[in-house]
């Protein structure tokens, strides 16, 4: 009979979800590969042996991470007003964040970079965003360029639920909070009646 398998599935997925609340409440560099096998009550061989490396653990956090949260986002029905598909959007947003918190900490929370800047692949969660905003920029809804746009709205967004998962604000507050400052948000780049009418 043979050695049973320890390194199997199950420790993978248990290092992952380790790794995935000690990344998002601790800096990347002081989490040791010593630190995230014990804390997942395995070796540290077998973060070797499963992934090659710390860094393809954490990546293996983020690629989870990006592919849920592009995955809701993608799920949000697209109706005849990209406005209140935007509003959809930020909703669904926050409600993804609320439900995995350590990820989005992961993602967002300092651990790891976000470069608004980069290229937006076709499984980047922006990329619902910026096509809701490519249509009201097309139905003169909104005016200006699409990334900054983008980037402002999740900037209000991304400050909500940060205080908002942060304890900052209570759930009453942040309820509030998020029905006023999304709607503010695109208001400031809405387009003025008399550019609409020229168009």
């Keep these: 009979m043979g050695r049973p398998r320890t390194n199997d599935d199950t ?25 995230l096998a014990t804390a997942a009550g395995t070796a540290t061989a077998a973060v070797y042996t499963l992934f090659g490396s710390k860094d393809a653990l954490v990546g293996e956090v983020r690629n ?33 964040a609320r439900e995995h918190t ?37 139905a003169s809804q909104v005016t200006g360029d699409a990334t900054a746009i983008a980037l402002s709205f999740w900037v209000t967004l991304h400050g909500l639920v940060t205080l908002e998962l942060a304890g900052a604000l209570d759930a009453a507050t942040a309820d509030a909070t998020f029905r006023s400052a999304i709607p503010a948000a695109l208001r400031g780049w809405a387009a003025s009646p008399s550019a609409r009418d020229r168009d």
């Excluded at 990006?66 to 926050?94: E, I, K, Q």
């Design 11 to 35: 420790v993978k997925e248990r290092l992952v979800e380790t790794a995935t609340e000690l990344f998002a409440t601790r800096p990347r560099e002081s989490v040791t590969v010593r630190a």
């Design 64 to 96: 989870r991470a990006v592919a849920g949260l592009f995955h809701d986002l993608s799920a949000v029905p697209t109706s005849a007003d990209p406005l209140t598909d935007l509003h959809a959007l930020a909703g669904a947003y926050r409600r993804w």
């Design 102 to 138: 350590h990820l989005y900490l992961v993602l967002f929370g300092g651990v790891q970079t976000f470069d608004p800047s980069g290229a937006v692949g076709t499984g980047d969660p922006i990329r619902p965003l910026l096509n809701a905003i490519d249509r009201a920029l097309a």
